[in-house]
């Protein structure tokens, strides 16, 4: 079946300007993952969605950023007045959580953002 | 606050020899871990996810071990291949009222022919 799929999978944006970057998790999948790759930074948890709602929010880094899931499936991902420290590649993952310790986040191909 | 520390960070090696790349932990009350692997420009595979219950997973030439006690994971490559270069990222779930996967810094493995 479909996999993870992220768009744009490229995204050059001048400094200040709005972005949104787009989630389709597996269908069926209730958890919903955002994580960030920076250079340098390592890979790093956003946000967590279990159905539409966003339990843990924790890992957003300033209020330009925000989240929504509709649905249950589709997430946006939206930074507001980009800057150039934006700049990394944006990881969606999604699971089916039935039991934790059985839980296997699978992983989109990313959208690599660049802040000019 | 979990803390995941993989080593050693970059490793090259011939072709044929076996791997062991290590991963430690700091809240040993996680649900499982995973261990990933990332090619360049591209996003991750997981390859083994080892349950906290279980001591090892196997697939195929890759074998993962688990002490939860002591906050370790080892991830065991046999007769690597120069298709196994990549970076190997190991990541715990759960543990402290988390339900994320906290990320090391990956080991970075070339293999040459």
């Known amino acids: 079946g479909a996999g993870v799929s992220q768009s744009p999978s490229n995204k050059v944006t001048e400094k200040g300007k709005d972005v949104e970057l787009r989630c389709d998790p597996i269908s069926g999948h209730t958890a919903l993952y955002w994580y960030r790759q920076s250079l340098g930074q390592g890979l790093e948890f956003l946000i967590y969605f279990q159905g539409n709602s966003a339990p843990d929010k924790s890992g957003l880094p300033s209020d330009r950023f925000s989240a929504e899931r509709t649905g249950g499936s589709v997430s946006t991902l939206t930074i507001q007045r980009t800057q150039q420290e934006d700049s990394a590649v944006y990881l969606c993952a999604s699971s089916r959580v039935r039991v934790m310790n059985q839980e296997t986040q699978y992983f989109g191909p990313g959208t690599r953002l660049l802040v000019l | 606050k979990q803390e995941v520390t993989q080593i050693p960070a970059a490793l090259s090696v011939p072709e044929g020899e076996n791997l062991v790349l290590n991963c430690s932990f700091t809240d040993s009350a996680i649900y499982n871990l995973q261990w990933f692997r990332q090619d360049p420009g591209k996003g991750l595979t997981s390859l083994l996810l080892i349950q906290s219950s279980q001591r090892e997973q196997t697939s195929g030439r890759l074998n993962a071990s688990l002490d939860k006690s002591s906050g370790r994971s080892t991830l065991y490559i046999a007769a690597s291949q120069p298709g196994d270069s990549a970076t190997y990222l190991c990541?715990?779930?759960?543990?402290?009222?988390?339900?994320?996967?906290?990320f090391g810094a990956g080991t970075r493995l070339a293999v040459h022919p």
């Open positions: 990541a715990p779930l759960g543990g402290s009222g988390y339900n994320k996967l906290i």
